[in-house]
C-alpha cells in the first residue's frame, strides 16, 4: 500500500472516526437525557407510590378508627341508656310517655306501683283518657287532654299543679304536672311525656311555715297585748294609789298592782323557758320529794282562782303512788300547773276541775305515771288539737284574747313531758269539756309507803269519825283516804243525815264538814252538832273558800279547825293528829305565824347594788327585827364582812354588781381564816334563775338561793331555815345587854 493510499486511508479512517466519536457522542448524550428523564420518572413514580401508600394507611387507620369508634359509640350508648333507665326506674317522680294520639308508650316501675297496675303491658298502647279515668272525673280528664294537646300544638312544655290519688287510699298526693312534647330527629312531633312530680310534703311544710309566721306575728301581737295590759294596770293602779289619801282605796290598787304583776312574771318566765327549749338548753334536776306534798302545794296556787270562779276542784290520788318520788319536782309542778291554770282559765263559773294521779307501772323502780286534768269547759276541736303543742299556738285567738295567755304553755309542758320520756295528750269535746293528760318516766322514793301518817300512841279503831259532804265524790274519796290512813268512817250527804247519825249512835270523836252545803250549809250544822251535845269533839270545816272569809262565824259555832279542799290524805292525817294534840304537823290551813320580832337579835348583810332592792328588803323585814346591814358591791361586802365577821348570822348575796360580784365576793369571804367565814349561810338573791344559774352560786360557795322578783314567803322561809336557833341568839342578845347594863 502506497503512502497516498494509506494516507487516503487513514484520513478516511480519520474521517470515519470522527463520525463514529459524534455518532456517539450524541448517542451518550440521548442515553444521559433518556437516564435523567428515567430518573425524573421514578422519583414522580415514588412519590405516586408514596402518596398512594399513604393513602392506604390512611384509609386503613380510617377504618381502624371508625371500626373503633363504633365499637366506643355502642358500649357509650348502651352506658347512656343504661344509667338513663336506672335513673327513670329510681326516679321519685312519675313520668309518663305518650305517643302522639295520647297513648302510653312508656311508664316508669312508680307509676305501675302507686297506681297498683302490675304490668306495664296492660296499659302499653292504652289511651291515657282510659287509663286515667280510675282517678278523676271527666273534668279533669278532659283539662289534661287539653293540656296535652296545647303542648303538642306549641311545641312547648306546659305546667300545671293538680291533686290526685292514684293510690286510692283516699288521700290525694298533690302534684306538679309538666307536659313536654317530643320530636325525632327531624323536628317531627312523635308524641309527650307527662312528668308527675310530688310536692305534698313540700307544700305541706310551706303551709306550716306559714302557719308558724303567721303565728309568731300574732304571737308578738298578743305578747305586746300581755305585756302591756298589766303594765297598763301597774301603772295605772300606781297613780290612782299616790293620788288618793282613801286608805281603803290604796289597799284595792296594791292588791290589783300584786296581781298584775305576778301575771307579767307569768309571761316573762313562759318566755324565757321558751327560748331555752328552742336554744335546747332546758335541762332536768332530779331530786327525792313527796309526790302528794307537790300536788298540795300546786292546789293551794289555784284554790284562790277556783274559789273566784265558784268551781269545784277535786283531786284524787291513786294509792298506789309511791310517798316519794325521784322527777325534777320544779318542771313537774310547772306542767301541771299550766294545766290546771288552763282548766280553770277555759271552765265557766260553776264548772269542775278534777286533778287524777295513777301510776301506770313500775319495773325495778322505774315507774310510770299518769296524771289528768279534766274540766268541764268550752273544749276544744280536732283541728285545734293538733296545733295546741306547738309553741305560740292558741286554739283560737279571739278566745284567747278573751282569756289571756301567751300559746307557750302546752309547748313549754310537752317538752318537758318528753323530756321526762312521756308524753301529752288532749280528749276534748267543744262545748263538754277537756282532759289534758300526760305520762312520765320517775323513780319511786326511797321512803316507806308503809308507815302511817297518824301519830303512834292512839288506839285509832276508837276513833269515830264523821264526814258531811253534799259531793258524791267527796265523801266517796275522804272514805277512801281514811281507809288509806287507818281510820274507820261514816259518811253523810247532808245535815239533816249526820244529825241523824248523830242521835242514833251518839256523837262521834272528829267530824270533817263541808262549808258549802243545800240546805242546812256547815255552819249550821256546827251549831246543831253542839246542841246535840258533841261539845267534846272536834269539827273540822272543809271548804275551798279562803279560811278568812269564814273564820269569825265558823269559831262562834265551835269549829276548831279548817282544811282546804282539794282533799289529802296528808293533810286530813295532819288534821287529826293535831286535833287530838299529838303533834304539830306539817299542814297548816288555819294557823299564821307571826313574824313580830322573830329575827330580834340577828344579824345579815344584804349585799345588793339597786337600791330600790335593798328599800324594799329592808321594809319587808322591818317587822321580823332582824338588823340589816347593806353593802352595795361585792368589794364593799368583803371588806364590811372581813372586819368583823362573827358579827352576821347570814348573807343576802347579789350575783351582778358592779366592782365585783357576788360569785367572787363569795369566793373571798370562804377563803377568810375565820372559822365562821367559811360555815355562815350565804344565799343568792339574783334574777338569774335557771338551774344551771343555781349550780353557778352552790360552786362559788353559796349555800342557797332565791330567785327575783322575790317571793316574800320564800325570803321568810330561808330566813327560818338559815337562823332557826332564834332562842340561843336571843339569849346572847340578852346577856350582851346585861353586860353593857
Ligand atoms: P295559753 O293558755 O297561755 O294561751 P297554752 O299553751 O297553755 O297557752 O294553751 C294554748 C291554748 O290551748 C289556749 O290558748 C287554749 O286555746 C287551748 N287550751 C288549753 N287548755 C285548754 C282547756 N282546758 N280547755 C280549752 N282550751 C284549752
Not at 300544638?153 to 298533690?174: C, M, P, Q, T, Y
Request: glycine share 6%; proline share 3%; net charge negative.
Amino acid at each position: 500500500m502506497t503512502n497516498e493510499s494509506n494516507s487516503e486511508k487513514n484520513q478516511v479512517t480519520t474521517e470515519m472516526k470522527g463520525e463514529v466519536e459524534d455518532d456517539t457522542c450524541v448517542l451518550i448524550e440521548n442515553l444521559k437525557r433518556q437516564v435523567e428523564t428515567l430518573q425524573k420518572s421514578e422519583t414522580k413514580l415514588g412519590r405516586q407510590l408514596k402518596r398512594l401508600q399513604d393513602t392506604v394507611e390512611r384509609d386503613k387507620a380510617v377504618a381502624l378508627t371508625r371500626s373503633n369508634l363504633d365499637a366506643v359509640l355502642t358500649a357509650e350508648q348502651r352506658k347512656q341508656e343504661k344509667y338513663m333507665r336506672l335513673l327513670l326506674e329510681n326516679s321519685p317522680d312519675i313520668i309518663l310517655l305518650f305517643d302522639k294520639d295520647g297513648k302510653f308508650s312508656y311508664c316508669t316501675d312508680a307509676f305501675l306501683q302507686i297506681a297498683g297496675i302490675p304490668s306495664f303491658g296492660l296499659i302499653n298502647g292504652r289511651p291515657f283518657q282510659e287509663v286515667f279515668k280510675r282517678f278523676g272525673d271527666n273534668a279533669w280528664i278532659e283539662e289534661l287532654l287539653v293540656t296535652f294537646l296545647d303542648a303538642m300544638e306549641k311545641k312547648n312544655s306546659i305546667s300545671l299543679e293538680e291533686s290526685v290519688d292514684f293510690g286510692s287510699s283516699g288521700k290525694a298526693r298533690r302534684y306538679e304536672i309538666h307536659f313536654t312534647p317530643m320530636t325525632n330527629e327531624t323536628g317531627n312531633l312523635e308524641g309527650a311525656m307527662m312528668l308527675l312530680h310530688d310536692i305534698t310534703d313540700v307544700e305541706r311544710a310551706r303551709e306550716d311555715a306559714e302557719r308558724a309566721s303567721a303565728a309568731k306575728s300574732e304571737f308578738l301581737a298578743n305578747m305586746s297585748h300581755e305585756m302591756r295590759t298589766p303594765m297598763n294596770a301597774i301603772i295605772g293602779m300606781t297613780n290612782i294609789a299616790r293620788s288618793s289619801s282613801d286608805i281603803d282605796k290604796k289597799d284595792y290598787c296594791l292588791v290589783k298592782i300584786d296581781d298584775a304583776s305576778n301575771h307579767l312574771l307569768g309571761v316573762i318566765n313562759d318566755i324565757l323557758d321558751m327560748s331555752k327549749i328552742e336554744a335546747n338548753k332546758l335541762d332536768l334536776s332530779y331530786t327525792e320529794f313527796n309526790f302528794e306534798k307537790m300536788l298540795m302545794k300546786m292546789a293551794n296556787v289555784i284554790n284562790f282562782r277556783v274559789d273566784e270562779k265558784h268551781q269545784v276542784f277535786h283531786v284524787q290520788i291513786d294509792k298506789d303512788i309511791p310517798r316519794t318520788i325521784v322527777c325534777d319536782e320544779q318542771r313537774l309542778s310547772q306542767v301541771i300547773a299550766n294545766l290546771l291554770s288552763n282548766a280553770v282559765k277555759f271552765t265557766p263559773e260553776n264548772g269542775s276541775i278534777t286533778l287524777t294521779a295513777r301510776k301506770v307501772s313500775e319495773e325495778n323502780d322505774d315507774c310510770v305515771f299518769q296524771i289528768e286534768v279534766t274540766d268541764t269547759g268550752i273544749g276544744i276541736t280536732e283541728e285545734q288539737k293538733s296545733r295546741l303543742f306547738q309553741s305560740f299556738a292558741q286554739a283560737d285567738s279571739s278566745t284567747s284574747r278573751k282569756f289571756g295567755g301567751t300559746g307557750l304553755g302546752l309547748a313549754i309542758s310537752k317538752r318537758i313531758v318528753e323530756m321526762m320520756n312521756g308524753s301529752i295528750w288532749i280528749e276534748s269535746e267543744v262545748g263538754k269539756g277537756s282532759t289534758f293528760a300526760f305520762r312520765f318516766h320517775a323513780l319511786h322514793g326511797t321512803s316507806e309507803q308503809s308507815e302511817s301518817l297518824l301519830a303512834p300512841g292512839i288506839n285509832w279503831d276508837n276513833v269515830r269519825v264523821l264526814v258531811v259532804d253534799d259531793s258524791w265524790e267527796i265523801r266517796e274519796y275522804f272514805k277512801d283516804i281514811a281507809q288509806r290512813i287507818g281510820i274507820a268512817c261514816d259518811i253523810a250527804s247532808g245535815g239533816i243525815e249526820a244529825c241523824k247519825y248523830i242521835e242514833e249512835t251518839g256523837p262521834y270523836d272528829i267530824y270533817f264538814i263541808d262549808w258549802k252545803m243545800p240546805g242546812m250549809d256547815g255552819i249550821e250544822l256546827s251549831r246543831r252538832i253542839n246542841e246535840l251535845g258533841s261539845n267534846k269533839s272536834v269539827i273540822i270545816m272543809i271548804s275551798a273558800t279562803d279560811w278568812n272569809l269564814i273564820e269569825d262565824k265558823a269559831r262562834e259555832v265551835g269549829v276548831s279547825k279548817f282544811l282546804p279542799k282539794p282533799l289529802f290524805a296528808s293533810a286530813i292525817a295532819d288534821c287529826i293528829n293535831q286535833c287530838l294534840g299529838m303533834e304539830p304537823g306539817a299542814f297548816d290551813g288555819s294557823e299564821k305565824q307571826d313574824v313580830t320580832d322573830c329575827f330580834a337579835g340577828y344579824k345579815l348583810m344584804l349585799v345588793e347594788d339597786v337600791e330600790i332592792n335593798r328599800e324594799i328588803l329592808i321594809s319587808v323585814l322591818e317587822p321580823t327585827a332582824l338588823e340589816i346591814v347593806c353593802a352595795e358591791n361585792g368589794v364593799e361586802a368583803v371588806e364590811i364582812f372581813g372586819a368583823a365577821p362573827e358579827d352576821f348570822d347570814m348573807v343576802f348575796m347579789d350575783v351582778h354588781m358592779p366592782e365585783m360580784d357576788g360569785y367572787e365576793a363569795t369566793r373571798l369571804i370562804r377563803a377568810m381564816e375565820s372559822e365562821h367565814a367559811k360555815e355562815i349561810p350565804i344565799v343568792a338573791m339574783t334574777a338569774n334563775v335557771f338551774r344551771e344559774d343555781i349550780e353557778k352560786c352552790l360552786a362559788s360557795g353559796m349555800n342557797d338561793h332565791v330567785g327575783k322578783p322575790l317571793n316574800f314567803d320564800e325570803v321568810m322561809q330561808k330566813l327560818w331555815q338559815y337562823l332557826p336557833d332564834k332562842q340561843k341568839k336571843t339569849k346572847k342578845t340578852q346577856i350582851k345587854l346585861s353586860l353593857h347594863s
